[in-house]
């Protein structure tokens, strides 16, 4: 038997810029908690980043859930005064965040 590969797998590093959440796989209902967690807990550290960056290269699917959870996060960086920015999307991710419009609420790396 072996074991089954986790549908989510989140990681965070630190980067020049500061705390970088890198996300695998997929991001829907079941896998959104554990990706908020991973975000909460970056945002909150004393004192909160001034930006925390979302490596979304490697998820392969987002439904509305998980866009959900994105959204829902960045309210909460707004308001920890945390500005959440997109490192990578992935090309999957980017046409869901085009055709909801979601692109706009999230800054890229410049």
């Known amino acids: 038997m072996t074991a089954a590969t986790p ?3 989140v990681a965070i590093r630190t980067s020049g810029h500061g705390p970088v959440i890198e996300a695998t796989g997929q991001l829907d209902y079941d896998t959104a908690p554990q990706m908020r967690a991973a975000i909460t807990a970056t945002l909150t550290t004393t004192p909160p980043p001034p930006t925390v960056d979302l490596d ?10 998980g866009l959900t959870a994105l ?11 945390t500005q959440l920015r997109l490192a990578a999307v992935s090309d999957n991710v980017t046409a869901l965040f085009e055709l909801t419009g979601a692109q ?7």
């Open 7 to 9: 549908l989510l797998s």
């Open 56 to 65: 979304l290269a490697h998820l392969t699917f987002c439904d509305s859930s």
């Open 104 to 110: 706009t609420l999230f800054p890229p790396v410049t």
């Open 71 to 81: 959204i829902r996060a960045r309210n909460e960086a707004t308001q920890a005064g």
